[in-house]
Nanobody, 125 residues
Framework: QVQLVESGGGLVQAGGSLRLSCAAS????????MGWFHQAPGKEREFVAA????????YYADSVKGRFTISRDNAKNTVYLQMNGLKPEDTAVYYC??????????????????WGQGTQVTVSS
């Protein structure tokens, strides 16, 4: 079992920045691929970014490429999502997720076994 707790969400104006954090506990963090997803009201949960076990490889949804950066610190059992150039359409609940698989996956939420409770990000225009 892995427990995940997100933090760092909030209200920001369009063009602003936020950094989300996800702290993991319970198992060896470096044994897990990590991902970020978001879910807007009335919509399905969507892939945002993923990072491999070592942090050497990353993968982004086209909608966030060049604006968001995923990173991890295995010594601190934490994964981050730096979000720059935020847009109103980025408004959603953001979730981190963990999976023991190697590689980066396809961005399908069903590939992930463990989820945090989510943190709200609201971008005003």
């Amino acid at each position: 079992q892995v427990q995940l707790v997100e933090s760092g969400g909030g209200l920001v104006q369009a063009g602003g920045s936020l950094r989300l954090s996800c702290a993991a506990s319970g198992r060896t963090f470096s044994n897990y691929r990590m991902g970020w997803f978001h879910q807007a009201p009335g919509k399905e949960r969507e892939f945002v970014a993923a990072i491999s076990r070592t942090g050497g490889n990353t993968y982004y949804a086209d909608s966030v490429k060049g604006r968001f950066t995923i990173s991890r610190d295995n010594a601190k059992n934490t994964v981050y999502l730096q979000m720059n150039g935020l847009k109103p359409e980025d408004t959603a609940v953001y979730y981190c997720a963990a999976d023991r698989s190697y590689g980066l996956g396809t961005g399908d939420p069903n590939e992930y076994d463990y989820w945090g409770q989510g943190t709200q990000v609201t971008v005003s225009s």
